[in-house]
């Protein structure tokens, strides 16, 4: 397994063939600057603790707010059948590649297709939410990093025929590796608000499980706005943080003085996708996924004016083991 701790590259394979148990992703979004339309893309090993076959899967969803139009595409192929490099971002997983810069792929189903082939240019620097020494800690059980925050990118993409350009959208790409999906979880992210350039925004909420309890929701911020960097990633307590979740909208704070960072991220019930995320356990985690959710955020900090920043372009995502949460589950 690569040094994460130390290692200059986060984008570097923690899988490796044969071993486990392991679930592991790679996730690219990119959304439209002036339309809510965003398009994202998933790259994931799954070595399962059981008997089942180890496998590897490629996801691609296309968000379309402005008509109300939501697609989701998955294939899946044996974990024989796909490469990747242990050195490098390089997988193939038949016609899809992810490469750092760089992805191009095609996943069809009974109604139509989605293809891709877009490039992508990051010179900010990774964010990592858990801090470095708790990516090589027991908990919690799946780590996640962001090697490209603020990514721009080109190329195109069609979805059912209907070519876009990708010319000034903006995304990130995600990594992250684990035994598991933590139970119950909530991510945002975000570099496109309105009225604000070179600012980005991601958050995390996510409950533990010691001795069979769980823990109240910990939560941890980041934000890059204006030339300042805040890192509100100390500490996994609830001391100075708050998350409210529901399967719609999430509300957090979280304070490390004389900083505190507070907001809202919410969507309607119908621009969420669900997706089946197996786990090496064979237990089953609904992942409840827009990229268009509806952020207001609030900047506190001594001796400065308050800041509120606001999109309508937030990556938001939520974890849960309960089946009942009402969500259209896609694939």
């Known amino acids: 397994m690569p ?12 899988v490796r063939r044969g071993s486990g148990p ?36 490629v996801w691609a969803i296309h968000f379309d707010g402005e008509r109300n139009a939501y697609r989701a595409f998955k294939e899946s192929w044996p974990l024989g059948s796909v490469t990747w490099q242990d050195d490098a ?19 069809r189903d009974d109604s139509g297709s989605v293809a891709w082939d877009l490039r992508f240019t ?38 059912d025929g209907e070519e876009r350009s990708t010319g000034g959208w903006r995304g990130m790409l995600g990594h992250n590796w684990g035994s598991r ?3 119950l979880y909530a991510w945002t992210h975000c570099n496109l608000f309105d009225a604000e350039k070179d600012t980005v925004f991601e958050a995390g909420c996510t409950s533990l499980r010691f001795a069979g309890l769980e823990t109240p929701l910990l939560t941890t911020a980041t934000l890059r706005h204006r030339g300042r960097h805040y890192e509100l990633t100390r500490s996994l307590t609830t001391r100075n943080r708050r998350s409210d979740l529901s399967y719609y909208r999430w509300f957090f704070s979280v304070a490390e003085p004389p900083v505190r960072i507070e907001g809202v991220v919410q969507c309607a019930k ?3 996708v669900g997706l089946y995320y197996d786990n090496p356990d064979g237990r ?21 004016d308050d800041v509120v920043l606001t999109s309508g372009s937030a990556a938001f995502e939520i974890g849960t083991a309960d089946p009942h949460h009402g969500v259209w589950m896609a694939v």
């Open 3 to 14: 040094d994460l701790v130390s290692a200059p590259d986060l984008l570097l394979p923690v």
């Open 22 to 57: 392991i679930v592991e992703s790679y996730f690219l979004k990119a959304n439209a600057p002036d339309r809510r339309e965003a398009i994202w893309l998933k790259h994931t090993f799954l070595l399962p603790r059981d008997d089942r076959p180890a496998s590897a899967s």
């Open 89 to 107: 971002l390089c997988l193939r997983f038949g016609d899809c590649v992810l490469e750092k810069g760089h992805a191009r792929g095609r996943l």
């Open 122 to 159: 990051d010179e900010s620097q990774p964010l990592v939410m858990l801090g470095r020494l708790l990516l090589r800690a027991p908990i919690p059980r799946i780590k996640f990093v962001s090697p490209m925050p603020d990514a721009a990118f080109s190329g195109r993409f069609t979805i």
């Open 181 to 183: 999906h933590n139970e």
């Open 270 to 272: 119908d621009e969420m």
């Open 284 to 304: 089953m985690t609904y992942c409840l996924n827009t990229k268009i959710a509806r952020v207001k955020l609030s900047l506190f900090e001594e001796g400065c």
